[in-house]
């Protein structure tokens, strides 16, 4: 069953800018299902997310919620659409209000959304802590956000999310400012919920290692400067991507073997980096496959038959190369502690 639906969403801020954040952006999500989205800083990711956790208005374009376009809900419907979609932010001391103890945070949504009575808000609350693994007390509630620490502070983020039961969450680069050794866990916790309550997640995050350890099963959805260019099953991209734009990402992760590493120092093909293209392909200005046909005429996402779409004219030597190449030596792993950043595709760590 198809929970969301973004149909040809466009999206400008008020500048002066020409091109749009995001450019006739298509995308579905299943309940109960994981897609990743990524790309490098500045892409349109957090843009997508706020829209579809309702924190923005589309310019353009339609986002549908279980079948009902977001925009034409009625007051009513709208209150139960908006605890339905819930949003993790990437910083969890900015998203909790200083001045208010974390017991207030959690319990103020609860009754606003009438889903526990106040004789029984604290019994809730006190389990909603133990749930996201935090101390389970009266004394943990009268905390204030700057005696936690940041892993502390990201599971209330979590059960603040978690709390009103709902259908989707919109999970923005959630374990970015974590200790690597807290990564896991925190994955670990939202995919336990995602288990046990059938909770759908688009995941946002620049860190392929985490998108591979949290999106196994799932799909992966790769944006660059606000236009879709690749989409399909999570091992698929990762291992056998289709677009150069996917393969240029891969190729950017340090590779942790130092004598691989020497010995592929200088082979991949780079290319200054770039601003989008204004016509043809938005990536051909960076691509190192691109001719004058890239330069006039928008490919199309072809789909090679088991749901793995790609928008680029030469898909077949993006695959021929990339495969037998280094990416699968840089294959993303989240234990191995090899991430990448897109923000520095293109270079060699």
């Not at 969403?9 to 990743?36: C, F, I, M």
């Not at 970015?176 to 759908?200: G, T």
């Not at 770039?274 to 890239?294: E, I, K, L, T």
Request: contains cysteine.
């Amino acid at each position: 069953m198809t929970l969301l639906e973004v149909d040809n969403v466009s999206h400008w801020y008020g500048t002066k800018a020409q091109r749009p954040v995001l450019d006739h952006v298509n995308l579905s999500l299943g309940t109960g299902e994981t897609v990743a989205l990524v790309g490098e800083s500045g892409c349109g990711k957090s843009t997508l997310g706020r829209l579809v956790a309702g924190l923005t208005t589309s310019t353009l374009g339609t986002i549908r919620h279980d079948g009902r376009e977001v925009a034409r809900l009625s007051r009513a419907e709208h209150k139960i659409w908006r605890r339905s979609v819930q949003l993790i932010h990437q910083d969890p001391f900015g998203a909790l209000n200083p001045g208010v103890r974390i017991g207030s945070t959690l319990g103020t949504a609860l009754r606003y959304h009438k889903l526990v009575d106040r004789a029984h808000l604290e019994q809730e609350l006190l389990g909603l802590l133990g749930q996201v693994g935090l101390e389970a007390t009266r004394d943990f509630l009268h905390r204030y956000p700057h005696e936690l620490s940041g892993g502390q502070r990201q599971r209330v983020c979590i059960a603040r999310a978690v709390s009103l039961r709902p259908k989707l969450v919109v999970a923005d680069e959630v374990t970015s400012m974590l200790d690597v050794s807290m990564r896991v866990s925190v994955l670990d916790l939202l995919r336990s919920f995602q288990v046990q309550r059938s909770i759908a997640f688009l995941f946002i995050s620049h860190d392929l290692g985490v998108v591979r350890y949290f999106a196994a099963g799932g799909r992966v959805v790769v944006m660059f400067y606000g236009v879709i260019v690749e989409e399909g099953p999570t091992e698929e991209v990762i291992f056998h991507p289709r677009h150069p734009y996917t393969a240029l990402l891969l190729e950017s992760i340090p590779i942790p073997d130092p004598t691989l590493a020497r010995r592929e120092h200088g082979s991949v093909d780079t290319v200054p980096d770039a601003g989008p293209s204004p016509q043809g392909c938005v990536f051909s200005n960076r691509c190192r496959f691109a001719v004058d046909r890239c330069r006039t005429t928008t490919p199309k996402l072809e789909d090679d038959g088991h749901g793995h779409r790609a928008a680029c004219f030469f898909i077949e030597r993006v695959v021929r190369e990339t495969t037998t190449s280094a990416v699968t030596d840089r294959a993303p792993d989240l234990d191995s502690g090899a991430t990448c950043d897109p923000s520095t595709a293109g270079t060699q760590a």
